[in-house]
Every structure is written in C-alpha cells, then in structure tokens.
C-alpha cells in the first residue's frame, strides 16, 4: 500500500486545516491508518488513528477535541479535520498503516510522505 498525505499549508493560530490521505493498494479490514507528526528537532509524535473497518479511533491527548480523523473506505481515503490550531501544531504531518491500534510508530509499516503545516501565532 502507497499512501500520500495532502493539505497542508500555512495557517493562523485558531485557524483550521483538513489533511487528506489516499491509499492506493488493498487495505483490509484488520488494518489501522494513523497520523503522526514530527516538529523539527522533536520525535515523532502519534497524533490519532481509526480502524479500517469500523469507526474506532484514539487520539493524543494534546489533539482531543479539536482533531477528529476519518476515513472514506469507498475512496480510499483517511483525512485529519484540525481545528482551532496552535502553534505547537506545526510540524509535518504523515499518514500510516499498522496491523493494529496502536499509538507506537514502530507498529506502522507503511508511511506516506508527509504534508507540512505551519501554524503561525
């Protein structure tokens, strides 16, 4: 599976963003697609994921309430809604598969390439 993130940008603090992710290639029912980010200089960090077949989600505590992922399993497609935006949000952002729920990065095994989101104060 080959995933490519898209929707980032440059955006002011309060603001929102929509991220979007496409898969191409068979997800299965088992799989999990995840958000990460990774600021410069920092880690990366899980931010949420949903599993693929049915709605169940976990987020990172520093994105509840105001991240909600989703999925369009007839397109393909996961997307990260963010709203009200903080500068600590900046970072680039990356979409991911794992067999499991999981909030490790080392449990996701397909990366896409990332999607920059700046958000200014």
């Known amino acids: 599976v080959q995933l490519q993130a898209s929707g980032g940008g440059l955006v002011q603090a309060g603001g929102s963003l929509r991220l979007s992710c496409s898969a191409s290639?068979?997800?299965?029912?088992?799989?999990?697609m995840g958000w990460f980010r990774q600021a410069p200089g920092k880690e990366r960090e899980f931010v949420a994921a949903?599993?693929?077949?049915?709605?169940?989600?976990i987020y990172a505590e520093s994105v509840k309430g105001r991240f909600t992922i989703s999925k369009d399993n007839a397109k393909n497609m996961v997307y990260l809604q963010m709203n009200s935006l903080k500068s600590e949000d900046t970072a680039v952002y990356y979409c991911?598969?794992?067999?499991?729920?999981?909030?490790?990065?080392?449990?996701?095994?397909?990366w896409g390439q990332g999607t920059e989101v700046t958000v200014s104060s």
């Open positions: 991911a598969k794992a067999n499991g729920l999981s909030t490790y990065f080392r449990e996701y095994n397909n």
């Open positions: 290639g068979r997800i299965f029912s088992s799989h999990v």
């Open positions: 949903i599993r693929w077949s049915r709605a169940s989600t």
